[in-house]
């Protein structure tokens, strides 16, 4: 079966029409009307500049009349799309499955000038050209999001299907729901990846969210709809509203308190204007690597299989480190409602001081460039920003846009989302109102919080070892290390779990590490405990409320002990394990030099015995200590 997906892009529409056939006839026959029969202007390798006239038209009819029947009409749609437009203007055509990014990308360019007004000519078109080409010399430059096409990204087939980040394959999961690339929410109507399960779909908008909460200011104010509605969505500031009027259209209510003073009021005055819903950077990040994951060619997978695994770690990857992302204002004149994602794959043979995949996502006026983390031919090396210098350089250069701000991406605390954004009170549509007025009540919400429960003060001695289980060590790699390789590693941690027995007044804790090159590719050794811990006066420090029915009803554990049992756990395990690592190349990996305490606290997961210990209700130290704000 032939088959060619026409390309057609005016200053009016951009289309895909898509025709087959058994022996390649019609197809060939399209290809070769837009190509020779009708005015071509410009003919590029798999396309053509076409301009409209009388030439143009019949050839375009006279291919109607003869495939009108076997086509079902279909083949009227190609003259169709050129009957709103004058004689004398153009349009480009393009074999889809032929074309470059770079032709459709230049195409587009060149239809955009067309669009504000000015002319065609084949100047515009050579520096266009040339500019995406750049692009393509040094990578496979891929690029979603620009012409207004759809893009859906992996197996059609749902029965073939296997999904992206689990690996999960029908029936065991399923793959009904459209999973956007990039969130519909954010503006994203384009970009779908077949390759994402119904399950991970929904787990994962938890960290895509991140991302969207830093985007809420923007597709606010740039009037991006909700799903299945027409009107701007209603976003909460701590000292603003911004909803839809009557119209659909946006409308923001400041605090006037938050304001200058009257007289100290300039036109336009600068706000720094702070979101309520708070975000992680490091999962930021993720969302960002995940629209990468969704968009990248199923040949390409093999390398990111690292990349996907941190993406989904709920908790047992905490990374050492990780590159900065890079963010910059456009020009006030550029709004992309709908995002563009392009994506830069150093898989040339020029040894490119460069890492595998390099992305920039561009959405309403800002652009966010980034390198995706772990990748197997990286082998850990651009995970330092340090090593990223000459490639910045060279992305900046080859985008032409020298102004970006780095953003650290692997601060796990949370913080607000805020803009610095002129706003001219003058304008309609824009209210100052008092914070007592009814329409701030969202923004004066106090954000829910754990409720705190009273305790004495936490004195170390409370705590007493009962008994060791196990501590094991256990060596994979039997090949020389320096202690360079050793000083930069990859841990893979299980836990930490503080299983709670009350009636003994005891807490469980337990660990498993697994340690890997800085590639996370190479096994170096693993290391678990299981160490029992008498706790005086356990329900001072551990309180566990029950209904008549056995359930917990609430939790509260004492940071300061969940601190302390942590860090004895590591001390006494150390003794173990350091004479089971004594004598091998392994002996210096101290159990003590794991890296951020408060990180690790951060990830403990309580299991609290209920139904009289029949089961437990698994609760995570987050959850209840909650993370600090970092603003």
Known sequence: MATLNVLLYSTLDTKRYVYKDTDGVLVADIDSTFCNKCKVRSLRNHGALVEVCSETREALQELEDKYDIVTHFHIRKLKAFISKLSDGEYFYYFDEHRASVVERKTAICCV?????????????????????????????????????????????????????FCGKKMPDVTFDKDAHAIQDALGNKLLFCYEECDTCNHDLALTEDNFRYLMDFRRAIYNVPRKGSTKTPTIVGKTFIIKADAKGQPELYLMEESLPNPNERQHPLILHLELKSPINNERMYKAL???????????????????????????????????????????????????????????????????????????????????????????????????????????????????????????????????????????????????????????????????????????????????????????????????????????????????????????????????????????????????????????????????????????????????????????????????????????????????????????????VPHNEGKAYLVVCDREIHGVAYSD
Request: hydrophobic share 35%; charged share 25%; with cysteine.
């Open 112 to 164: 955009n000038t067309m669009k504000a007004g000015l002319p065609w000519t084949e100047r515009l078109h050579n520096i266009a050209f040339e500019y995406y080409s750049m692009m393509d010399i040094h990578f496979t430059y891929l690029s979603y999001g620009y012409d207004g096409i759809s893009q859906c990204i992996g197996e059609y087939d749902k029965s073939k299907r296997v999904c992206r």
């Open 289 to 607: 690597c995940k629209m990468v994951m969704d968009m990248l060619p199923g040949t390409e997978l093999h390398h990111f299989k690292n990349t996907i695994e941190w993406i989904t770690a709920k908790g047992e990857w905490i990374p050492d480190a990780l590159p900065s992302a890079l963010f910059t204002i456009l020009p006030l004149d550029i709004i992309n409602s709908q995002p563009i994602l392009d994506i830069f794959i150093n898989n040339r043979n020029d040894k490119l001081d460069a890492p595998y995949c390099t992305a920039i996502v561009w959405l309403y006026d800002i652009a966010y460039m980034f390198v995706v983390p772990f990748v197997d031919v990286d082998c850990g090396q651009y995970k330092y920003d340090r090593n990223l210098e000459s490639h910045w350089k060279r992305m900046r250069n080859l985008i032409g846009i020298q102004e970006w701000q780095f953003q650290d991406t692997l601060e796990y605390h949370l913080s607000t989302p805020w803009v610095e954004w002129p706003i001219d009170l003058s304008e309609p549509n824009i209210y100052v109102l008092p914070k007592t007025d009814p329409i701030f009540e969202k923004s004066l919400e106090v954000r829910a919080s754990p409720t705190e429960v009273d305790m004495p003060a936490f004195k170390p001695e409370v705590l007493s070892l009962c008994q060791i289980n196990t501590a094991k060590f256990t060596a994979y790699y039997t090949d020389l290390l320096t202690d360079a390789d050793l000083s930069d590693v990859t841990q893979r941690i299980k836990g930490p779990i503080f299983l709670l027995i009350p009636k003994d007044h005891k807490v469980k804790v337990s660990i498993r590490v697994d340690v890997y090159d800085t590639t996370n590719q190479i096994k170096f050794f693993s290391f678990s405990y299981e160490i029992d811990f008498h706790i005086k006066g356990f329900d001072d420090y551990i309180n566990i409320k029950y209904s008549e029915n056995g359930e917990v009803e609430s939790f509260a554990f004492h940071y300061e002990l969940s601190k302390c049992l942590l860090l004895s756990s590591f001390s006494i395990a150390e003794e173990e394990l350091s004479k089971q690592r004594n004598g091998s190349q392994f002996e210096k990996c101290s159990i003590n030099k794991m890296g951020d305490i408060e990180r690790i606290i951060n990830h403990i997961y309580y299991y």
